[in-house]
């Protein structure tokens, strides 16, 4: 079993330190800021096996070269001119060794929050980066509506049993929208009495379970006609196809 700890990074970034069993070595997700990430490796005398990123944004890939100076450790990430830090360019595979000490992994080509954007599956543990967010979706920051649609069906397969990582703290304020979507979804109405006790208490949100994911983020439920209503009614318009209610649910909660 592998062991998840959270580093917080700017506002409401989290950076994934995954640490393999009986062992001291950890995997590092999205780093955009290396000095937190010094502190809780030295927190928990853990060592860097390597690096795991998502995508080029800055939050996700700026303390990487200054990881770099102090860990000589394999970059894994997206094939893209623009993370010239990655040494292991990587494309839709079932099975990767990065370390002995890790099982293999699964990487994901997820496109539309950008277009070179991939997820990780190790275990039951998605790191999804800002593709799947807990009750909501990342934003269209050079890829399309259709390709993050696809993505997201694409996710939704995997077991209601999969923990989601994702990296943002978003959850109470995709909450908010989902709840104007859907106002009459009971599970919805509990999920987010609870986050907003946990984020009095100061806890985090994420994981979330894919379960809760598909009971309650209308972003993976587009295929229900209330949904479907939902948006018809927002944009004014008759929409054909799961597809084009996603999109205007990403327009909708661009403008919420
Ligand atoms: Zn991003």
Not at 145 to 154: K, N, P
Request: with cysteine; net charge negative.
């Amino acid at each position: 079993m592998l062991t998840v700890h959270a580093v917080n990074a700017f506002k409401d970034n989290y950076i994934w330190l995954i640490q393999a069993e009986n062992s001291r070595k950890v995997l590092i997700v999205d780093p955009g800021h290396a000095e937190p990430v010094f502190e809780a490796l030295k927190q928990m005398t853990l060592t860097p096996a390597a690096i795991l990123i998502t995508h080029h944004h800055a939050d996700h890939i700026g303390g990487v070269e200054a990881l770099l100076d102090h860990y000589q450790v394999p970059v894994f990430g997206p094939a893209t001119k623009q993370i010239p830090a990655v040494t292991h360019p990587l494309k839709q595979t079932h099975a990767l060794q990065v370390d002995p000490d890790f099982p293999l992994f699964q990487v994901m080509e997820t496109p539309g929050h950008t277009p070179e954007h991939i997820c990780y599956l190790l275990e039951n543990k998605l790191f999804c980066g800002d593709t799947l967010f807990a009750g909501g979706c990342g934003k269209l920051l050079g890829g399309s509506a259709e390709q993050l649609f696809l993505s997201l069906q694409q996710l939704k397969q995997l077991p209601a049993e999969t923990e989601v990582y994702c990296a943002h703290e978003y959850t109470e304020a995709n909450l908010r929208f989902a709840s104007v979507v859907e106002p009459d979804n009971r599970t919805l109405q509990e999920r987010r009495q609870q986050v907003r006790e946990m984020r009095e208490a100061g806890q985090p949100t994420v994981p979330s379970l894919m379960a809760d994911e598909l009971a309650t983020n209308p972003f993976l439920r587009t295929h229900l006609h209330h949904i479907k209503t939902a948006a018809e009614m927002y944009s004014g318009m008759t929409l054909n196809s799961d597809k084009a209610v996603f999109a205007t649910l990403r327009n909708w909660k661009d403008n919420f």
